[in-house]
Each structure stands twice: as C-alpha cells, then as structure tokens.
C-alpha cells in the first residue's frame, strides 16, 4: 500500500493538457515529485515551461515564495516514454474522455509500474468501472475527479468503482487533501456528486423557459436576486457552452434510463444544432460584443397603485411576511375575512399556481396575484399572475411592490413559481444522491458549494426552508403536473415527516 503523506511520494500524470497540467501544479506545489507525459511529442516538456511560467506569476502576486516556486518546479519532470513511470506509486490519467483510449492506457501501464500503483483517472462522466474492466488489478484502479481550473476549483471527487478495494481510496483522499484540495468519496454512478447534483438547476430553469413562464433573463435575475446565485442558469449554460453542456445533460439521462428527474429540454438540441453554444462564440441564450454580455433592461417601474390589498390567510406565516412587507411599502391593507370589490387580492402558495389558489379561495382571477414568499425579497420581488388578472391588476401589483425601489419580476402562473420550484428540484436530486449511498450528506453539500459554486449545500438549503417545506412544494408540483420528475426521495420525505435534519445520517 502507498503512503500519500511520503515525503519523497512519486506519481505521474499522464496527458499534459490544461487538467493534466493543473494537478501536475498542485501536486508540485505539495511537495509532491510529479513526471509528466503525453503521447504528442514535445508537449511535456512544454507544458513544464508553461508551469514554470506560472510560478514565476504567482511569486510576482506574492501568492508563492520564490524558495517555494524553485522548489515546486525542480519537482516537475518530462517524461519522454511510459517505462519512466515504473517506479510511480500512482498514475493519474487525463487524455481524452474517450472509455476506449482510457482502456488501453490502463492496460500498458499494468505492464510498466509495480503491483501496488495505484491508477487513477480523471474522468468526468466514464463509469470508473468500466474504465477497469479487463485489467488484471481492477481493485488498483479509482476516479480522481478534478475540476477545471484545477488550482482554483477546491474539490476532488475519488471515486470507487465496484471492484475498487478501499486503500485505493484512502489514498486519494489523502493526496487530494495533501494537494490542498476537499476530497470527497463518491459511488461509482453517473455523473458522481458534482455533475449529478447539477442536473436540477439548469434542466428546471429550462423547463420554465419552455413553460413560457418568465424570459429567460428574467429567469437569471429572479434566481441571482432572490436566491443568490453567482450566475443565472442561462449565463451558465453560456458560460460553459452547450457544445459541452447539452452532451452531459443526454449522458445522465440517458445512464440513468430516462429518469425524469434529469430530463433536457428540446431548445438546447436546437441551439446547439445552430451553433449557438454560448459566450465562446458571441451568441448563446444572450449576445457577446467583445466578450461583455448583452444588457437586457428590466421593464419600467409602474406608478399604478391599487386602493387596497387584501392577503390571503392560507399559509399564516406567509400571511405575515407579505402583510409586513406591504406595510412598509404604505399599502392599505384589506383585513376582511374576504376581498372588498376593488381590493388587490394577493395569494402565496408553496408548489400550487396562482389559478389553483384562487380557485380553492374563491377569489375573483382578475383580480388576484400570486406573491413568492418564501426568499429574499429586499433585492427582487417576483410576482405571478392568473390567465385572467387584468392588465390593471398587474401593473398595481408592480407598482406598490417597487415603490422602494426594489425591482418586480412580473411572471406567468406557475405551479411553484421560480425559485421555489428550482430550489426544490435541487434539495429533492441532492436528497436521492443520500439515499442511493452515492456520498456522505456533508461531502454532497461540500462537493455542491465547492464544485458548482452554490451560495449553500443542496442539503442545507433543505433545512433552511424546513424539510416539510421543501416535501410540500414537490408534492404541489407533482399534483399540479403530474409530472414524477418532481416526485420526493424517501431521504426527504422520511426526514420531513420526522421533523430532523437531511444531514442527518442513519447510524
């Protein structure tokens, strides 16, 4: 068995791209002696100039000490032919996300390094199983799942395939973390933690889209303002580039037989098939001049004013928020225990529709809207209205929710709204990760902050509104629609009905 902690610890790095190029860094930096090879001639030893290069830069940001960056580079070797890796107690592989090359690069190298290397792919989607399969040590083989840039993105998913024994993995994990890096361990399935655990932001945002309940600007403002995401779904997907994006949402579905949970929109085949993938190439779901994204402004502020409002008493603690709110905006609040004729009639359901709830209350449609409660409104107020609210209706609504100033998102009638509806798909897919045994809840949440930048764990989210919450808005949803993509994992749904925790672990 190998020690990560060695001191004079040897691996290798086999493919001497950006990804190969970034452990090869941070394994140098931690004082870890690192041989570098690609099959193209020539390019290990360019990569090494590029990284020496790049400790040169971090020592003139005073990131690295010129003692420190001597170091690290004199750890860096070009190796010129796979037999220079004999003595590596691991390989970490990063060519090609192809499962045939993987194969026969594992193969040659069982004929090179000793019994009790360890080898490693970074692979992103391959089934590390298969990847081993074949071999004649398939226990000796784990994923070693780094994200791009690698000296940046602190997290590492190691994964164990069926056959993996668990000193292989013990091993990462310790590399990982010796590397600077939060290594979580992870099953063997389709798309691991990070990428599985994705799949609920951008395929719902997508799903409004294709409702036709909001732009998707407006999307992207309602999901950064009001449940504070760095980017907005579809400056994401831009981001990233559906080239790349769209192949990832099919292969999960796809693996995982068409669950509905995963399943992509049709627009993204489209637009992929127009070659409009995103920011790299100036037009995606918005348009780049010189690399700066589009404005698209948000609708002026209206200065209709309704003559009273009254707030349905449905959901109690919504009940209170709301009425809090429009107190401070100076509304006249309609206290009947039913609307006054010229009343503002203002509904908050959790996963239900605005339609739904005026229904169920007796409430005159044209006059009603539905108001989202549940986040954070001091920077944006998302307002939801029937097929029948009247174009009077809807600009009073605009205009005394902005009378601070505050800008209103005016959305069509939606079971779940905006954000509770994306936010509860996530918990929902984070939740199902638990139960499958896929990754320990805290490494979920861990792996989710880290590796997608959200502002919390899926997990945690789940706690903040409350497990029963977030039960309650899938049911809604799955009511309203009856579609089983919102149908809740028995993780949620058990910790929900129990009152506890979805961190918490069954002993």
Same mark, same amino acid.
């Given at each position: 068995?190998?020690?990560?902690?060695?001191?004079?610890?040897?691996?290798?790095?086999?493919?001497?791209?950006?990804?190969?190029?970034?452990?090869?860094?941070?394994?140098?930096?931690?004082?870890?002696?690192?041989?570098?090879?690609?099959?193209?001639?020539?390019?290990?030893?360019?990569?090494?100039?590029?990284?020496?290069?790049?400790?040169?830069?971090?020592?003139?940001?005073?990131?690295?000490?010129?003692?420190?960056?001597?170091?690290?580079?004199?750890?860096l070797h070009a190796a010129e032919a796979i037999q220079e890796l004999a003595g590596c107690a691991a390989v970490v592989e990063a060519v090609v996300e192809d499962l045939g090359v993987k194969r026969a690069l594992f193969a040659e190298?069982?004929?090179?390094?000793?019994?009790?290397?360890?080898?490693?792919?970074?692979?992103?989607?391959?089934?590390?199983?298969?990847?081993?399969?074949?071999?004649?040590?398939?226990?000796?083989?784990?994923?070693?799942?780094?994200?791009?840039?690698?000296?940046?993105?602190?997290?590492?998913?190691?994964?164990?395939?069926?056959?993996?024994?668990?000193?292989?993995?013990?091993?990462?994990?310790?590399?990982?973390?010796?590397c600077g890096h939060t290594a979580v361990r992870a099953k063997d399935t389709p798309g691991f933690i990070v990428n599985h655990a994705g799949r609920g932001y951008g395929t719902e945002a997508l799903r409004l889209l294709a409702e036709?309940?909001?732009?998707?600007?407006?999307?992207?403002?309602?999901?950064?303002?009001?449940?504070?995401?760095?980017?907005?779904?579809?400056?994401?997907?831009?981001?990233?580039?559906?080239?790349?994006?769209?192949?990832?949402?099919?292969?999960?579905?796809?693996?995982?037989?068409?669950?509905?949970?995963?399943?992509?929109?049709?627009?993204?085949?489209?637009?992929?098939?127009?070659?409009?993938?995103?920011?790299?190439?100036?037009?995606?779901?918005?348009?780049?001049?010189?690399?700066?994204?589009?404005?698209?402004?948000?609708?002026?502020?209206?200065?209709?004013?309704?003559?009273?409002?009254?707030?349905?008493?449905?959901?109690?603690?919504?009940?209170?928020?709301?009425?809090?709110?429009?107190?401070?905006?100076?509304?006249?609040?309609?206290?009947?225990?039913?609307?006054?004729?010229?009343?503002?009639?203002?509904?908050?359901?959790?996963?239900?529709?605005?339609?739904?709830?005026?229904?169920?209350?007796?409430?005159?449609?044209?006059?009603?809207?539905?108001?989202?409660?549940?986040?954070?409104?001091?920077?944006?107020?998302?307002?939801?209205?029937?097929?029948?609210?009247?174009?009077?209706?809807?600009?009073?609504?605009?205009?005394? +929710? =902005?009378?601070?100033? !505050?800008?209103?998102? $005016?959305?069509?009638?939606?079971?779940?709204?905006?954000? *509770? /509806?994306?936010? #509860?798909?996530?918990?929902?897919?984070?939740?199902?990760?638990?139960?499958?045994?896929?990754?320990?809840?805290?490494?979920?949440?861990?792996?989710?902050?880290?590796?997608?930048?959200?502002?919390?764990?899926?997990?945690?989210?789940?706690?903040? +509104? =409350?497990?029963?919450? !977030?039960?309650?808005? $899938?049911?809604?949803?799955?009511?309203?629609?009856?579609? *089983? /993509?919102?149908? #809740?994992?028995?993780?949620?749904?058990?910790?929900?009905?129990?009152?506890?925790?979805?961190?918490?672990?069954?002993?």
């Open positions: 068995m190998q020690n990560y902690s060695s001191p004079d610890l040897h691996i290798a790095v086999v493919g001497a791209g950006v990804m190969g190029r970034g452990i090869a860094q941070i394994a140098a930096q931690a004082g870890v002696r690192v041989s570098l090879l690609d099959k193209r001639p020539g390019a290990a030893a360019e990569a090494l100039r590029e990284l020496q290069a790049t400790f040169g830069r971090l020592v003139d940001k005073g990131k690295l000490t010129p003692e420190l960056a001597t170091a690290a580079g004199q750890r190298l069982e004929a090179v390094v000793g019994p009790d290397c360890v080898l490693a792919s970074n692979t992103s989607s391959l089934s590390v199983t298969a990847i081993a399969a074949g071999l004649q040590r398939p226990q000796r083989v784990a994923g070693f799942h780094f994200f791009n840039p690698v000296p940046l993105m602190k997290i590492v998913e190691v994964i164990d395939g069926l056959l993996t024994e668990p000193w292989v993995t013990d091993f990462l994990l310790g590399l990982g973390r010796r036709g309940v909001a732009e998707f600007h407006q999307l992207d403002r309602i999901l950064r303002d009001t449940a504070g995401f760095k980017l907005g779904p579809f400056e994401l997907l831009d981001l990233t580039a559906l080239d790349v994006s769209h192949p990832v949402m099919e292969s999960i579905y796809h693996q995982y037989y068409e669950e509905p949970r995963f399943r992509p929109q049709p627009l993204t085949r489209q637009m992929l098939a127009a070659g409009l993938v995103g920011r790299k190439v100036g037009r995606g779901f918005y348009r780049y001049e010189a690399g700066q994204q589009e404005r698209v402004e948000d609708a002026p502020a209206s200065t209709a004013r309704p003559a009273r409002v009254w707030v349905s008493r449905a959901v109690p603690v919504a009940h209170q928020r709301i009425t809090t709110l429009l107190q401070s905006l100076g509304a006249v609040l309609d206290d009947g225990a039913t609307p006054a004729a010229d009343s503002l009639c203002i509904v908050t359901p959790y996963g239900h529709d605005a339609t739904s709830c005026a229904v169920a209350e007796g409430l005159d449609a044209s006059r009603t809207v539905a108001v989202d409660w549940l986040f954070d409104t001091r920077r944006r107020r998302v307002v939801m209205s029937t097929p029948l609210t009247s174009r009077e209706t809807r600009e009073a609504a605009r205009g005394l +929710l =902005g009378a601070d100033g !505050v800008p209103v998102s $005016l959305v069509r009638d939606s079971a779940g709204g905006v954000a *509770p /509806r994306v936010i #509860a798909t996530i918990v929902n897919i984070a939740a199902e990760i638990a139960q499958q045994g896929i990754a320990a809840p805290a490494d979920i949440d861990r792996a989710v902050t880290l590796g997608l930048g959200y502002p919390v764990g899926p997990l945690a989210w789940g706690d903040r +509104l =409350g497990p029963a919450t !977030v039960l309650r808005i $899938l049911q809604d949803l799955q009511d309203s629609t009856g579609d *089983p /993509r919102y149908r #809740a994992s028995p993780w949620l749904r058990r910790r929900a009905r129990l009152g506890v925790s979805l961190l918490t672990e069954e002993e």
